[in-house]
């Protein structure tokens, strides 16, 4: 039983379409991400939401809306997908937002944008 | 400007042997570091944490070493195996502010049997 699972594990789209990427963890965890591993291999951190409730915001254009539909999910839709989305998205969760927390990742959405 | 850098990109190391990963930071308020493993297609795994009240910690075959004053730590694999090919990421928080982890981006570790 997959601990965090995101779908889909690939996604090849045209820019401008619309897309999602939807999270589920099975961990009872209060906390989950929403991290971006570009083609230099940063993983950098987009969300984060403590019981549906947003709490990291990095500077990530608004056409990225996280949405949290109860603490078990955590969704990520993209609106107007440019060429410089490319890049792997990585779900995560943590029990809670306790300083040292280790984070249980998906295995990450491999996005095209072409 | 990137906090957290792993400045070797590759590492070869014997089967057996010891392999070294060093990470360096330079936000002197970070407090707690992960390491992590990656292998392709899947996601990051935790691997052993230290936090700054420590200088050392160690699980199994897997040691991790801090020093402050250099803002310094580094991973210890003893003995390497070729299962351990991978790749290895540092990760720091700090307990004040924003709680995030910064990724370092990445040694990759080639086992050589």
């Known amino acids: 039983d997959t601990a965090v699972s995101q779908t889909p594990k690939y996604l090849v789209t045209q820019m401008g379409n619309d897309k999602s990427i939807k999270c589920e963890q099975n961990l009872g965890h209060d906390t989950m991400y929403w991290y971006k591993q570009d083609s230099k291999k940063f993983l950098k951190i987009m969300f984060s939401y403590n019981n549906k409730e947003l709490i990291i915001n990095e500077t990530v254009p608004n056409r990225f809306s996280p949405k949290s539909p109860d603490k078990a999910h955590l969704n990520l839709h993209i609106n107007s997908l440019e060429l410089g989305d490319s890049a792997v998205y990585f779900c995560?969760?943590?029990?809670?937002?306790?300083?040292?927390?280790?984070?249980?990742f998906g295995s990450g959405t491999q996005l095209s944008v072409l | 400007d990137q906090q957290v850098k792993q400045n070797s990109p590759s590492l070869s190391v014997q089967e057996g042997r010891i392999s070294i990963l060093n990470c360096d930071y330079t936000n002197s308020m970070f407090d707690y570091f992960l390491w992590y493993k990656k292998y392709p297609a899947e996601g990051p795994t935790f691997l052993i944490s230290i936090s700054s009240i420590k200088d050392k910690n160690e699980d199994g075959r897997f040691t991790v070493f801090l020093n402050k004053s250099a803002k310094h730590l580094s991973l210890h694999i003893v003995p390497s195996q070729p299962g351990d090919s991978a790749v290895y990421f540092c990760a720091a928080s700090a307990t004040s502010g924003t709680y995030k982890y910064i990724f370092g981006t990445g040694t990759r570790l080639k086992v050589l049997a």
């Open positions: 995560a969760s943590s029990q809670d937002m306790t300083p040292g927390q280790k984070l249980f």
